[in-house]
T-cell receptor
């Protein structure tokens, strides 16, 4: 049973346009969410996070939106740049008690110059 | 160190061999995690240490997998009698504190190929 799902395995976007990556989760206990970016042959690197007490968090070109009722989060990248081409993973955790992050299967973003 | 260091980066083993993968976390980081990432999948949780205590090993796929962190810093993931299905990238991550809502810093991973 996959608790965190990224239903789009890949996404292509023109440089300068908006990239929207989606993530759904099933466990209503999750209250902390992160996005990681991964380049080939490297480990995932942290991008942005959001707590369930918020519905939006912004950091430069990156914004994460959380819709708790729909159990859905999305990552917006604006404007997209060729260097953003990577695999993006969303991850979820519940902060009271446990500590392990459950990851989605990833979305490969390709930004076309 | 500045980041999480893992070794070896690549390991090829014959089926039935034992392997040991090392993780050197960021100095002072309390929490250490091991994840397994199969091709085309997201990282899957294996085990978690807070200092030297292994608080959760629920993700270890079988009793052939064993992890330790005896002095609360360096950790080793050992796989005995490797099988082809063990082929994956093994990621180590550390975080400053225990508990949730902490950002994990990952190493580059150890890619294990079992022939």
């Amino acid at each position: 049973d996959q608790q965190v799902k990224q239903n789009s395995p890949s996404l292509s976007v023109q440089e300068g346009r908006i990239s929207i990556l989606n993530c759904d989760y099933t466990n209503s206990m999750f209250d902390y969410f992160l996005w990681y970016k991964k380049y080939p042959a490297e480990g995932p690197t942290f991008l942005i996070s959001i707590s369930s007490i918020k519905d939006k968090n912004e950091d430069g070109r990156f914004t994460v939106f959380l819709n708790k009722s729909a159990k859905h989060l999305s990552l917006h990248i604006v404007p997209s740049q060729p260097g953003d081409s990577a695999v993006y993973f969303c991850a979820a955790s519940y902060t009271s008690g446990t500590y392990k992050y459950i990851f989605g299967t990833g979305t490969r973003l390709k930004v076309l110059a | 160190g500045a980041g999480v260091s893992q070794s070896p980066r690549y390991k090829v083993a014959k089926r039935g061999q034992d392997v040991a993968l090392r993780c050197d976390p960021i100095s002072g980081h309390v929490s250490l995690f091991w994840y397994q990432q199969a091709l085309g999948q997201g990282p899957e949780f294996l085990t978690y240490f807070q200092n030297e205590a292994q608080l959760d090993k629920s993700g270890l796929p079988s009793d052939r997998f064993f992890a330790e962190r005896p002095e609360g810093s360096v950790s080793t993931l050992k796989i005995q009698r490797t099988q082809q299905e063990d082929s994956a990238v093994y990621l180590c991550a550390s975080s400053r504190e225990g508990g949730g809502a902490n950002v994990l810093t990952f190493g580059a991973g150890s890619r294990l190929t079992v022939l």
